[in-house]
């Protein structure tokens, strides 16, 4: 199985987690918020510290990958021209990241903030761990 935990609160990750939903016609991801009770449990497992909230968080065979890699990843596993996106791979991680946390510092001001996690339709909730 794999998971995407996500900020639950933030509008470019839910919008982020909509469109994979839809992109994602082979039904492989599964997601929770960082916020939910899998997401702490899933981050005290796997020891992250500090503010790791403005991280995305993939797990995948029980192996969390973060950031940028994560990103890479997802688009990895949803194949077609998608994959090619996953050859920034060769690019060092700390410039990858560099460019990520960019974004995720700055992905209130510029995307906006929700009050509450978002609450997923009867027809998605299969796919929302908790």
Avoid at 38 to 60: P, R
Avoid at 106 to 115: E, I, L, T, V
């Amino acid at each position: 199985m794999i998971v995407l935990l996500f900020d639950g609160v933030c509008n470019l990750c839910n919008s982020s987690v909509n469109w994979l939903i839809d992109h994602d016609t082979k039904n492989k991801f599964h997601y929770a918020s960082l916020q939910s009770q899998f997401g702490k449990d899933t981050a005290a497992k796997f020891q992250l510290h500090g503010n790791y909230m403005d991280t995305l968080v993939l797990l995948e065979n029980d192996k969390i990958y973060l950031r940028s890699e994560a990103v890479l990843r997802i688009f990895k596993h949803l194949g077609g021209a998608y994959y090619l996106l996953y050859l920034f791979i060769i690019i060092h991680a700390f410039i990858r990241d560099f460019f990520y946390r960019i974004v995720a510092n700055n992905r209130y001001s510029w995307f906006g903030k929700q009050d509450a996690c978002r609450i997923p339709t009867a027809e998605l909730r299969k796919k929302f761990l908790d």
